[in-house]
């Protein structure tokens, strides 16, 4: 009776055991997606390389792809700018081209000193989407550019902010938490201006446009 009792005891423990273990790991699972999902880190592309030391503290993969979405808004919003300033027929569009060069040449200054100092290979092109939206705005003439230069810009910056956030609250390396900084403060003023025309389409603003910066 005694060895039936203690073996039956046994599987009921292990039973329980293995159903606790089942019960636990879709909730760690979906708990570590969720708090992914809320800093904006799910969205980074992962290039193999680790968490590396540096000078400047721990360098993640999610800061080294958030450093490349820096240098890659500038390569098609610098362009961008000049292109507002030079087509723009309101003060209003040559504002928001000008901020957009402003605002790109500092922070690709910046983001050259990053990649340099951090061993960070930065692009010099900008991405297929990136490429077709200035596609887009070149062939495009008259208030059909002018709408879709601001709708384009306005909803790009719109869905940086979420990665911008992580970075910024979660990266514990010294120069990617100012680029963070000086890439929000560029981020806000874009919005700002760009909102200032009073071309932008806000119903429009939630289709998927993936983060640049």
Excluded: C
């Excluded at 721990?58 to 808004?73: E, G, I, Q, S, Y």
Aim: hydrophobic share 40%; aromatic share 4%.
């Amino acid at each position: 009776m005694a060895t039936r009792y203690t073996i039956g005891s046994g599987l009921v423990i292990s039973a329980l055991a293995v159903t606790l273990i089942a019960l636990l790991i879709p909730v760690d699972s979906f708990g570590s997606r969720a708090s992914a999902a809320a800093t904006g880190t799910a969205a980074a592309d992962d290039d193999g390389g680790g968490t590396v030391s540096t000078a400047y503290g721990p360098l993640t993969a999610a800061d080294r792809d958030f450093v490349r979405k820096v240098r890659l808004a500038g390569l098609w919003e610098l362009p961008s700018g000049r292109q507002a300033q030079q087509r723009g027929s309101t003060p209003a569009l040559k504002t928001a081209g000008q901020h957009l060069i402003d605002g790109h040449t500092e922070l690709d200054r910046q983001v050259i000193q990053v990649g340099q100092a951090l061993g960070v290979d930065l692009p010099n092109q900008p991405t297929a989407q990136q490429q077709d939206w200035l596609g887009q705005m070149n062939r495009a003439r008259g208030e059909e550019y002018e709408r879709l230069f601001v709708q384009l810009l306005r909803k790009a910056h719109g869905k940086v902010f979420a990665l911008l956030a992580g970075i910024r609250a979660q990266t514990k390396n010294s120069m990617v938490r100012a680029l963070a900084t000086s890439a929000n403060a560029a981020v806000l003023d874009h919005i700002t201006v760009l909102e200032d025309t009073g071309l932008v389409d806000f119903d429009a603003l939630s289709d998927n446009v993936q983060p640049t910066k």
